[in-house]
């Protein structure tokens, strides 16, 4: 790919990323902390279903007083779990962040690899093929340089190597 002389390439990051050995352990880390804070949050919302269920219950034995500070109880919980929830699940959440802790030595390996594939094939910009705001309508095969980061990285397999 040229523009206005500038060559240009792009790269599958995800199938790079997938291939690289350290990316299924990274993704396993991120499952076993996920798991763990989610049985914390299916216990706090059991806790939570079964103090509402004695609420309903037992409501019609209670003053008004009581009703509203029971109410007022349930609702406090309700609200720790969603702040829990956006704690660990939400968009910087500490999954976020430990995912980015985690990917970073990966993305800085992948990048290290890049820069040196533009450089060899004098590349003024390398795309990701996968981006969300990046559409590609028609590209060459012969821009696409993910086979020559594999290679880089040492990342092709047997069977890539056969279908050369």
Same mark, same amino acid.
């Not at 939570?48 to 609702?75: G, I, N």
């Given at each position: 790919?040229?523009?206005?002389?500038?060559?240009?390439?792009?790269?599958?990051?995800?199938?790079?990323?997938?291939? +690289?050995?350290?990316?299924?352990?990274?993704?396993?880390?991120?499952?076993? #902390?996920?798991?763990?804070?989610?049985?914390?949050?299916?216990?706090?919302?059991?806790?939570? /279903?079964? +103090?509402? #269920?004695?609420?309903?219950?037992?409501?019609?034995?209670?003053?008004?007083? +009581?009703?509203?500070?029971?109410?007022?109880?349930?609702?406090?919980?309700?609200?720790?779990?969603?702040? @829990?929830?956006?704690?660990?699940?939400?968009?910087?959440?500490?999954?976020?962040?430990?995912?980015?802790?985690?990917?970073?030595?990966?993305? /800085?390996?992948?990048?290290?690899?890049?820069?040196?594939?533009?450089?060899?094939?004098?590349?003024?910009?390398?795309? /990701?093929?996968?981006?969300?705001?990046?559409?590609?309508?028609?590209?060459?095969?012969?821009?696409? @340089?993910?086979?020559?980061?594999?290679?880089?990285?040492?990342?092709?397999?047997?069977?890539?190597?056969?279908?050369?």
């Amino acid at each position: 790919m040229q523009a206005y002389g500038q060559r240009m390439g792009y790269v599958d990051k995800q199938l790079i990323l997938r291939k +690289m050995p350290e990316y299924q352990l990274v993704k396993e880390e991120l499952k076993k #902390v996920a798991d763990q804070h989610q049985v914390k949050i299916e216990a706090l919302g059991s806790k939570l /279903d079964e +103090m509402t #269920v004695t609420y309903r219950l037992e409501e019609v034995m209670f003053t008004e007083a +009581m009703r509203e500070k029971k109410k007022q109880e349930l609702a406090k919980i309700k609200q720790e779990l969603k702040a @829990y929830q956006k704690r660990i699940f939400g968009i910087n959440g500490l999954l976020f962040l430990k995912e980015n802790e985690l990917m970073k030595p990966l993305y /800085d390996k992948l990048n290290e690899a890049l820069q040196r594939i533009a450089k060899k094939n004098s590349l003024g910009v390398i795309f /990701d093929k996968q981006q969300y705001d990046l559409t590609f309508f028609y590209a060459s095969y012969s821009s696409n @340089y993910t086979n020559k980061v594999l290679e880089l990285m040492g990342l092709t397999s047997k069977e890539d190597e056969q279908k050369k």
